[in-house]
C-alpha cells in the first residue's frame, strides 16, 4: 500500500498521524520471540467430498523456534493449524502471501498493537511477508485469525482461510478441565458445491449476487473441521469442546439433540467465573462457546447429536433474501432452518474421574458508573441506507474516523449497538441480524433489550455480539495499553466486505 507512508488521516478537522506497515511491523527490532511461525497463504487442493478436490485457499505454517507443539496442523482440512500459545509469551509471525489477491491476517480477539492487528490498510500483495511481532496479553481462551483485506475478507475466508489461536494460561490450568485428546476444538462453517467438488460462492446473475451479498451468504453443506458429516468418536466421560463459528453469515442456535441442556463454561475471551445451562445457545459469524460434554452416562455405540434449531432470522436474515430463491440466488438451507450439525459417537468406555469445576475463572465485572460516558452510551445504529448496510449512516473508509468514533487511551466506555429492524410490522421485513465485533478488545455485556430469542451468554467476556432485529445491546469496554486505528464492525462477512466497518481511534 504505497500512499499510506507517512501520511497521517483526515478526520473533520483533525490530522491523525497514522504509523506506517514500513515504519511499524516491518523493521528489525529488539524483539525477543519465545515462538517464531512461519505462515504462508496459499492455493490448495483439498480433499472434501468424495471425488474430485476441491481448490481451496488455504493458511500452512511451520515452527521456526520455540515448542513445535506451538503449530497442530488440522488433519484433512483446508483449514490452517491451530496456534497454541501462552499468555505472556512474545510471539513473532511472519506472513508470507501466496494467494492472487491482496491479503493480511487479523488476530481475532486478541489485544495486539494496532500495527499488528490486520487492519486492511496494511494488505500486502502476492509474494510479499508481512511481520508480526507480539506479546500474548490476553487470558487462556479460544481465539482465531483469518484475512482481512477490505472488501475482500469474506471470499478468502470462504476459500478456506481461517485458522484457531488457542491461548492457555496458569488459571486455566488450575480449573482442572478435560485436556489434551479431550479438549476438541469444533470449527464450524457452511459451504456450497457445484457437481464437480468446487466452492460456489455468491457467482450466480447480477441480482443474485448483489441480493446475496446484502443478505449474506448461506451454504447448503455444514462443514466441522473442515468435514461434511463430521462424526467424533468419544468416550463415555466428559470433554471440553470449543465452538467456533468460522461462517461468513450464518448463525446456529446450537442444542442437544436429544434436549440434554448446554454446559457452557466459555465464550469469546475464555472462561466463565462457573459454568451455566442453556436450553439453547445463539451462536453468530466468530463467536466462540466452550461446552463442558459429558458423555458419562450414555451407553457405548449410541449418538448424540449437535443441532442448530430452527429460528427465525428476519425476513431479509433468512427468508426471501437470505433464501435467495426470488433473487436467484437458490439457496436451499436458510438462516434459521434447522439441521444437525455433527455428531457424537460413544465409542468406548472409559472411567473418568472428572467433574465438572464449580469454579471456573476470575472476572471482575466492569461498573457502569466507571464508564466516562456512564449514562451517555456511545451508540450505533445498524441501518439500511441506499440499499447498503451501516453503521450510524456510514459505511467504511480507509483512514477516516469520524468524531463520534473516537476514544481517549486509558478509559472505559458505555457502549450501544441498536438494530432497529425487526418487530412483527412492515418495517420489520428489512431486518437482519447482526454480529457486531471489536477489535482488539474483551467487553463485558451489560445489558439487552427488545430480546425475543434468548438463548444468549453474556456472563463472560466477549468480543463479538449478536444484535437480533429489534434488540439493543449495551456493552462495556476498556481501551487500554495501545493507541491508535482499530476497527469495529458487522461479522457477517458480506455485510463487512459491502462497508458495514469503520475505524475507531484510541488516542493517548
Ligand atoms: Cu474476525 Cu475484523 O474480524
Ligand atoms: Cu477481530
Ligand atoms: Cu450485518
Known amino acids: 500500500m504505497a500512499g499510506i507512508g507517512a501520511a497521517g488521516v483526515l478526520s473533520g478537522a483533525a490530522l491523525i498521524p497514522i504509523a506506517s506497515a514500513a515504519s511499524t511491523g516491518q523493521k528489525k527490532t529488539g524483539f525477543a520471540p519465545d515462538v517464531e511461525i512461519a505462515l504462508s497463504a496459499r492455493p490448495a487442493e483439498v480433499g472434501i467430498l468424495p471425488g474430485s478436490p476441491t481448490r481451496s485457499w488455504v493458511y500452512r505454517g511451520r515452527v521456526v523456534r520455540g515448542a513445535g507443539s506451538s503449530l497442530v496442523s488440522v488433519p484433512n482440512s483446508y483449514l490452517g493449524p491451530t496456534i497454541h500459545v501462552k499468555t505472556g509469551q512474545k510471539v513473532r509471525i511472519r506472513f508470507n502471501n501466496h494467494i492472487p489477491d491482496e491479503s493480511i491476517v487479523h488476530w481475532h480477539g486478541l489485544h495486539v498493537p494496532a500495527e499488528m492487528d490486520g487492519h486492511p490498510r496494511y494488505v500486502i500483495p502476492q509474494g510479499k511477508s508481512y511481520m508480526y511481532e507480539f506479546e500474548v496479553r490476553n487470558r487462556a481462551g479460544t481465539y482465531w485469525y483469518h484475512p482481512h483485506p477490505h472488501g475482500r475478507t469474506a471470499p478468502q475466508v470462504y476459500g478456506g482461510m481461517a485458522g484457531l489461536f488457542l491461548v492457555s494460561d496458569d488459571e486455566e490450568a488450575a480449573a482442572g478441565l ?265 467487553f463485558q455485556v451489560l445489558s439487552r433489550s427488545g430480546v425475543r430469542h434468548a438463548g444468549y451468554v453474556d456472563e463472560g467476556w466477549k468480543d463479538t455480539v449478536l444484535v437480533m432485529p429489534g434488540e439493543r445491546v449495551r456493552l462495556l469496554v476498556r481501551f487500554d495499553d495501545y493507541p491508535g486505528l482499530f476497527l469495529y464492525h458487522c461479522h457477517n462477512l458480506e455485510h463487512e466486505d459491502l462497508g458495514m466497518m469503520r475505524n475507531y481511534y484510541v488516542q493517548s
Not at 182 to 200: E, K, T, Y
Not at 273 to 278: G, S, W
Not at 344 to 352: G, K, L, S, T, V
Request: glycine share 14%.
Open 178 to 442: 478435560p485436556s489434551g485428546a479431550f479438549d476438541i476444538p469444533l470449527v464450524i462453517q457452511d459451504r456450497s458445491f457445484d457437481a464437480d467438488n468446487q466452492l460456489v460462492y455468491l457467482n450466480g446473475q447480477m441480482m443474485g449476487g448483489m441480493m446475496g451479498r446484502m443478505g449474506g451468504f448461506l451454504g447448503d453443506r455444514i462443514l466441522v473441521n473442515g468435514q461434511p458429516r463430521f462424526t467424533l468418536p468419544v468416550a463415555t466421560r466428559p470433554y471440553r469442546l470449543r465452538l467456533l463459528n468460522g461462517s461468513n453469515s450464518r448463525i446456529y442456535k446450537v442444542a442437544w439433540q436429544d434436549g440434554r441442556p448446554l454446559v457452557i463454561i466459555g465464550t469469546d475471551g475464555g472462561l466463565l467465573e462457573k459454568p451455566v445451562e442453556r436450553s439453547y445457545v445463539m451462536l453468530a459469524p466468530a463467536e466462540r462457546l466452550e461446552l463442558w460434554a459429558d458423555f458419562s452416562r450414555d451407553s457405548v455405540d449410541s449418538q448424540v447429536g449437535l443441532v442448530s434449531l430452527p429460528f427465525d432470522a428476519g425476513m431479509m436474515g433468512g427468508g426471501m433474501m437470505g433464501r435467495g430463491r426470488m433473487m436467484g440466488g437458490g439457496n436451499a438451507l436458510p438462516n434459521g432452518a434447522g439441521f444437525t450439525i455433527c455428531r457424537m459417537h460413544i465409542q468406548r468406555r472409559e472411567r473418568a474421574k472428572f467433574s465438572l469445576p464449580a469454579r471456573l475463572s476470575t472476572i471482575s465485572r466492569y461498573r457502569p458508573q466507571a464508564a466516562v460516558n456512564a449514562g451517555r452510551p456511545r451508540s450505533f445504529s445498524l441501518l439500511m441506507r441506499h440499499m447498503a448496510w451501516t453503521i450510524n449512516g456510514r459505511t467504511f473508509q480507509m483512514e477516516a474516523v469520524a468524531a463520534d468514533e473516537r476514544v481517549r487511551l486509558g478509559t472505559m466506555e458505555l457502549w450501544e449497538f441498536t438494530n432497529p429492524g425487526g418487530g412483527m410490522g412492515m418495517m420489520g421485513g428489512m431486518g437482519m441480524p447482526h454480529p457486531m465485533h471489536l477489535h482488539g478488545k474483551q
